[in-house]
T-cell receptor, first 116, second 114 residues
């Protein structure tokens, strides 16, 4: 039962353009959503997060949008840079109720390639 | 500020052996979580510790165990290793339960079982 899904295994974008990475979830108990960036043989690096009571959060070139009714979130990177090339993971956690301590549920990841 | 430190970085073990991996969280972080990453299953949650207590556990067999010390450092142990245990094992720490502030991951331990 995959509760967090990233349906696009890869995305290729030209430098300077917008990168849009998508994520769908099924568990209504998730109350925080996070995006991580990962290089091979390294741990994921936290990028940006959003609470389920918000629909948008912005941090520099990164913006996350949340559509609760559609159980869908997306990460926008504008403008995209070659250094953004990495695997991007969407993750979710159900913090309320104290039953999911530390348990991030990850999507399968999307490989982003930004071409110069 | 030092990040999350995992040791060793690489490990090769023989089937049937046991292994212990170590994780030192960011200073002040009391929550430590462990994850297994494999090509087929992706990133999967193993367990979480807070103040030396296991508060949450994922769907892994009892061969996988962990503990946390009073200084928040954590270890995980895998007994009777199987070939399928070959993976990147990641540790993450947080000052609270993550949420908006996320978890900071270490670089991982690459375990190869032969």
């Amino acid at each position: 039962d995959q509760q967090v899904k990233q349906n696009s295994p890869s995305l290729s974008v030209q430098e300077g353009r917008i990168s849009i990475l998508n994520c769908d979830y099924t568990n209504s108990m998730f109350d925080y959503f996070l995006w991580y960036k990962k290089y091979p043989a390294e741990g994921p690096t936290f990028l940006i997060s959003i609470s389920s009571i918000k629909d948008k959060n912005e941090d520099g070139r990164f913006t996350v949008f949340l559509n609760k009714s559609a159980k869908h979130l997306s990460l926008h990177i504008v403008p995209s840079q070659p250094g953004d090339s990495a695997v991007y993971f969407c993750a979710a956690i159900a913090n309320a109720g104290g039953t999911s301590y530390g348990k991030l549920t990850f999507g399968q990841g999307t490989i982003l390639t930004v071409h110069p | 500020k030092a990040g999350v430190t995992q040791t060793p970085r690489y490990l090769i073990k023989t089937r049937g052996q046991q292994v212990t991996l170590s994780c030192s969280p960011i200073s002040g972080h009391r929550s430590v979580s462990w994850y297994q990453q494999t090509p087929g299953q992706g990133l999967q949650f193993l367990f979480e510790y807070f103040s030396e207590t296991q508060r949450n556990k994922g769907n892994f067999p009892g061969r996988f165990s962990g503990r946390q010390f009073s200084n928040s450092r954590s270890e995980m142990n895998v007994s009777t290793l199987e070939l399928g245990d070959s993976a990147l094992y990641l540790c993450a720490s947080s000052s609270t339960s993550g949420g908006l502030y996320g978890y900071t991951f270490g670089s991982g331990t690459r375990l190869t079982v032969v």
